[in-house]
């Protein structure tokens, strides 16, 4: 079973620093673009940074400056290092990743979801 697998949230004081990692597992032929995304309560999930294969960043405007996403191929992790958080950044925080493998019925393109990790800038 492909799976994305998210660590690293946790509570944060603003203006604090904090890292998220996540790992792919699985029968993975090849990684495309990997990205985080982000939903606070009561708001639809939106696009913090993503990455493609050979390393090109882009940011959503609200995290800009503040948050830098990188990725290991040969670990398949990808990482989302956060500073100056708000308390806006508070949400739970998702992994994607577009890749090409197999979860038990024949090689093709997935996209795979992580379970989520919580992030709360709260002083």
């Known amino acids: 079973q492909v799976q994305l697998v998210e660590s690293g949230g946790g509570l944060v004081q603003p203006g604090g620093s904090l890292r998220l990692s996540c790992a792919a597992s699985?029968?993975?032929?090849?990684?495309?673009?990997m990205g985080w995304y982000r939903q606070a309560p009561g708001k639809e999930r939106e696009l913090v940074a993503v990455?493609?294969?050979?390393?090109?960043?882009n940011y959503a405007d609200s995290v800009n400056g503040r948050f830098t996403i990188s990725r290991d191929n040969a670990k398949s992790t990808v990482y989302l290092e956060m500073s100056s958080l708000k308390p806006e950044d508070t949400a739970t925080y998702y992994c994607?990743?577009?890749?090409?493998?197999?979860?038990?019925?024949?090689?093709?393109?997935?996209?795979?979801w992580g379970q989520g990790t919580l992030v709360t800038v709260s002083s």
């Open positions: 990455i493609t294969s050979d390393g090109t960043p």
């Open positions: 699985g029968r993975i032929v090849s990684i495309n673009d």
């Open positions: 994607n990743g577009k890749l090409f493998g197999s979860n038990g019925r024949g090689y093709r393109t997935l996209e795979v």
